[in-house]
């Protein structure tokens, strides 16, 4: 009994390929899998033997076929609905846990009874050749209802499964949101399609549907169903998987459905051959009769008989005269060739047609198994191609998608632990230009940045004062007290108590600076011992100079450091690092005098702790700075000064003096574009004024790109007012959040990096002024432009 492969044992063995590598992933991972996606084994293994099943049906002429479809097929189909709907109620969450109960009873008992019932209707149908599945099956159709019943018994149960498992699916999808909601989705779509062949298995059993166009879809939609389903199952965060797999998974299911939609055009291209073939062999045996040869020269007949006068040809077959007249009552096929059985056994399958030839009616009969085995050595072809395209692509994984894909991926991965765990200096190499390579390039950027980040903020909280920190808490305590009360209405006399209790201590730090600046610091630099004026002559040649690479300061810190143990340094590695917090990476050869005696180091040594105390309480003076500024902005929200003591003011000049004053604070990679067209004069305050002026040119820098950052900045006056306008290149101001920039409080800001006040003022303090303030923005473009009245007009 050798295999005598037909057009669909390749979909069905490919088929069994992909779920059993599928059923074998899922088996590996078990102990890691939720209790819901446990119970996608039994799907994959049902599906499995169902195509098993399938395939065995396809692969061979024989009556055991009939046995394998009932009692293989049918029970794997069943329980593969039975599976899959337990499967649907456990999917993302079990929302319906007594429906699921009541369900998964009913639907055992209605499959037990279906699969018992399909048993008993076995053994009162006759076992046959199928023309239209191509091998033996029980017969598909009868005319008594209880045999009918059992024909249909199993596609009615799975229809009624897969409805009910629907309505579970689409009750979840209602209550489910966001990504949960998108993976029942793609479950619904996967039910659906097997619904479809669910029924369409009824209308095929009822011959509302042919045979070949119900296989040819049932083949390919099996196949996108398995895959969708197993997809989503590795999308699942309780799923564990890897890119790798899922990768190999979308090239297994793109290869099959390739090679089963090119095996669909090869398969009717060979059927058409064989038809032409057949039909040119009708044609040249009716060519001879008409000539009035009677015995026909043939090549592929086996049989051709004269219907009208019973007789015999040709008959390699070895009929009998009484096997004539039992063909008397079939249909006649004169268009196509058509299969019919004249016994109950492979020998006795033929592709037969009928022709008129001098009147008389004749039969052509081509033997089946002889196209059989065409169609089993283009099959077995196929599948050896598959085979050899599944082993490819398991040779080609680590070129194709290891080097390219998994191995960046694993590299960033491991960086991105790395950091978690506390590296902060982790590299992640960058082998390609795709968007992985620009993912590990953005990595190390960030990483780089939060480095810095870390290293300047970890300097600033040890450098910070008990007295500065209080003052901070009070104002965090102030800003909330903002945020819970009647803001507007209260807001005025809040600040003026804040003010008065802040300043008291801003104005003590900044008293005790200054102390501090007069009794222990000289700026007398004519006394100066000549070590001494050389020690702060190299501290100011370096105290503007820019840091070197990140790459390079490691290896200069070891030089310098190595610099001063050989000139006897006392604590040579703090006193590099000290060095290189104030840029002083090398000792040019004209200072290193200082170092050749004792004098000389403690002199350079002094000056450095000097500057080093002076670094620091600037920064202590920037920070009470800051906060004199916060009370201000807080005093001045809801006040305006008196009209009365308003002046007249040039724009220019205060516009001027914000750069300048500010000139050292600016990003360095900004570009900076001032002009003006005259010098407007109007009536105002000119402290509101410079603060309308800081607020607006720190906004526009702050907002500058980190690269080719540009500002401009353009002061003209019409006949009655002066115009302002200030734009930069950055990101721009969200659409959705352009109308609400200048409400009180409103920040986009983190937490604790602005109050949310500065606009708000600015708006306020332009009207104060009668003048006007108006704001265009989109991606690379913001402009501010204020309108204030001239002190002429």
């Not at 579970?168 to 999808?173: A, E, G, I, Q, S």
């Not at 996967?190 to 059993?205: N, P």
């Not at 790459?551 to 070891?558: A, M, V």
Request: hydrophobic share 45%.
């Amino acid at each position: 009994m050798a295999p005598t492969l037909n057009l669909y044992s390749f979909f069905y063995f490919g088929l069994s390929l992909v779920s059993g590598i599928a059923y074998i992933y899922f088996r590996s991972r078990k102990e890691d899998l939720t209790p819901s996606f446990r119970g996608l084994l039994i799907p994959l293994l049902s599906l499995f033997f169902w195509s098993v099943a399938w395939s065995i049906c396809n692969s061979f002429l024989h009556h055991f076929t009939a046995y394998i479809f009932v009692f293989l097929k049918n029970p794997a189909i069943l329980i593969l609905g039975v599976s899959i709907s337990d499967l649907a109620f456990r999917f993302q969450k079990d929302l319906f846990p007594r429906w699921r109960t009541v369900s998964l009873r009913i639907q055992i008992i209605g499959a037990f009874l279906a699969g018992l019932i399909n048993w008993i209707g076995f053994f009162y149908r006759e076992i046959r050749f199928d023309p239209k599945m191509e091998f033996y099956v029980p017969a598909q159709s009868a005319s008594h209802i209880l045999i009918r019943l059992s024909i249909l018994s199993i596609a009615i149960i799975l229809c009624c499964i897969l409805i009910n498992t629907l309505l579970v699916l689409f009750r979840k999808y209602n209550r489910l949101q966001g990504v949960e909601k998108k993976a029942t989705a793609g479950f619904i779509i996967a039910i659906f399609g097997i619904l479809t062949l669910a029924l369409a298995d009824i209308l095929v059993d009822l011959n509302y549907v042919s045979k070949p166009t119900y296989l040819f879809i049932l083949t390919n939609l099996t196949i996108i169903i398995m895959t969708i389903l197993v997809l989503v199952s590795l999308n699942q965060e309780t799923v564990p998987s890897s890119v790798g797999f899922k990768i190999m998974t979308f090239n297994l299911t793109i290869l099959y459905l390739i090679l089963s939609i090119v095996a669909n055009f090869l398969f009717n291209r060979f059927r058409i051959d064989i038809q032409s073939e057949m039909s040119r062999e009708k044609h040249n045996v009716k060519t001879q009769l008409e000539l009035g040869n009677f015995y026909p020269f043939v090549y592929l007949s086996d049989v051709v008989i004269d219907m009208q006068d019973q007789n015999f040809r040709i008959n390699k077959a070895g009929f009998t005269n009484d096997q004539i007249s039992g063909l008397a009552g079939r249909t006649p096929s004169h268009e196509t060739f058509k299969v019919d059985t004249f016994t109950n056994e492979p020998s006795g399958i033929f592709w037969t047609s009928d022709f008129y030839a001098k009147n008389h009616h004749f039969l052509i009969a081509i033997p089946y198994i002889e196209y059989r085995e065409k169609v089993h050595q283009t099959v077995v072809w196929l599948i050896i191609t598959l085979l050899f395209s599944i082993f490819t692509i398991f040779m080609l994984y680590p070129v194709l998608h290891k080097t390219s894909i998994v191995y960046p991926l694993t590299r960033l991965l491991s960086g991105i632990r790395r950091m978690q765990s506390g590296d902060l200096f982790v590299s992640v190499e960058v082998s390609s230009k795709d968007e992985i390579g620009e993912l590990s390039k953005s990595f190390n950027e960030m990483i780089t940045i939060v480095r810095d980040a870390r290293f300047q903020l970890e300097q600033k909280i040890e450098e910070r004062t008990v007295s500065l920190n209080n003052t901070i808490l009070e104002l965090r305590d102030t800003q909330e007290q903002l945020l819970h009360a009647e803001r507007m209405s209260t807001l005025g006399k809040i600040a003026a108590s804040v003010a008065h209790e802040i300043n008291n201590p801003l104005a003590a730090i900044k008293g005790s600076i200054q102390f501090i600046k007069d009794g222990q610091f000289s700026d007398d630099l004519v006394n100066l011992s000549e070590l001494e004026t050389i020690a702060v002559s190299l501290i100011e040649n370096f105290k503007n100079k820019k840091r070197s690479e990140v790459t390079s300061r490691f290896k200069r810190k070891r030089e310098l450091t190595t610099f001063f143990r050989s000139k006897h340094v006392q604590d040579p590695i703090s006193l590099a690092d000290t060095c290189f917090d104030f840029h002083i990476e090398a000792i040019p050869e004209d200072y290193q005098i200082l170092f050749e005696t004792k004098e000389g180091i403690e002199a350079f040594q002094s000056r450095l702790n000097e500057h080093v105390i002076r670094f620091h309480l600037g920064i202590i003076e920037t920070a009470v700075e800051r906060a004199s500024k916060i009370v201000f902005a807080l005093k001045h929200h809801s006040y305006s000064g008196p009209k009365e003591n308003q002046k007249i003011l040039s724009l220019k000049e205060g516009i001027e003096s914000v750069l300048s004053m500010y000139s050292k604070s600016w990003k360095p990679h900004v570009e900076l574009d001032w002009r003006n067209e005259g010098d407007p004069q109007v009536f105002g305050h000119a402290d509101e004024l410079i603060q309308v002026w800081t607020n607006l040119i720190y906004n526009s820098f702050q907002a500058c790109p980190s690269e080719n950052g540009r500002i401009s900045i353009l002061l003209k006056e019409s006949e009655s007012e002066a115009v302002i306008s200030i734009e930069d290149n950055g990101k721009g101001i969200p659409e959705e959040i352009l109308p609400r920039i200048f409400e009180p409080f409103f920040t986009t800001k983190e937490l604790g990096m602005g109050t949310g006040l500065g606009l708000s003022i600015v708006q306020k303090i332009i009207e104060n002024h009668q003048g006007k303030i108006h704001v265009q923005s989109r991606p690379g473009k913001t402009l501010f432009t204020i309108h204030l009245p001239l002190a002429k007009a």
